[in-house]
């Protein structure tokens, strides 16, 4: 799916600059550019279509179609997609749906249980064959980051790969300090 929408942003992209350039080239070829009266449009080219009721509308319609999908993919192009669902090997041969969130919540739940850890947020992305995990966890000014690393890899993944029957779970992990007082000193 990945690739698919890689070449679908790739052509958009080239679709989007190819027109871009062509409408600068355009432009620059017109001499408009060397004349400050100069306009792109004519009164007699605008009066042209005056007199056709559909055609202004048509215009602004289809200038709103094109702004608001460009807004669509860019926000596409931004989200990452929340993975709703975990496929489960039973190991009979069936297969079963663990939801996103329930795993999600087991993993948080799990870390905020490790010594040291204060906080922890967990998502998890991609397809439900091969969901990945975002960790991102608030340690404690006296954790040691060491250990919550060795726990959180060891222990909190691999627990959620063994119980989903993943065969793996790829991570990100993004450890944060938590900000403490200065003590006083008397």
């Known amino acids: 799916m990945r690739a698919v929408l890689r070449g679908v942003n790739r052509v958009l ?13 355009a432009v620059l070829a017109s001499g408009l550019w060397t004349d400050p009266d100069a306009v792109l449009l004519s009164d007699a080219a605008r009066a042209r279509w005056r007199d056709r009721g559909w055609w202004w509308p048509a215009v602004l319609g289809g200038l709103v179609v094109l702004v608001l999908s460009a ?3 860019l926000l596409a192009q931004l989200r990452r997609s929340r993975t709703l669902e975990v496929l489960v090997d ?30 922890a947020h967990v998502r998890l992305t991609g397809n439900a064959a091969e969901p990945r995990a975002h960790l991102s966890v608030l340690v404690e000014p006296d954790a040691s980051p060491e ?25 990100e992990l993004r450890i944060r300090a938590a900000h ?6 008397l």
Do not use: N
């Not at 403490?180 to 000193?185: I, K, L, S």
């Open 13 to 25: 992209i080239g679709l989007a600059g190819g027109l871009l350039l062509g409408a600068g080239l």
């Open 71 to 73: 807004l669509g993919w």
């Open 90 to 119: 039973t190991a009979d041969g069936d297969d079963a749906s663990l939801r996103g969130r329930a795993l999600e919540a087991a993993m948080e739940a799990e870390a905020e249980a490790v010594r040291g850890v204060a906080h």
């Open 147 to 171: 250990m919550t690393l060795d726990a959180l890899t060891h222990e909190i993944l691999a627990h959620a790969r063994d119980s989903a029957g993943l065969g793996r779970l790829p991570a």
């Open 180 to 185: 403490h007082r200065p003590r006083r000193v």
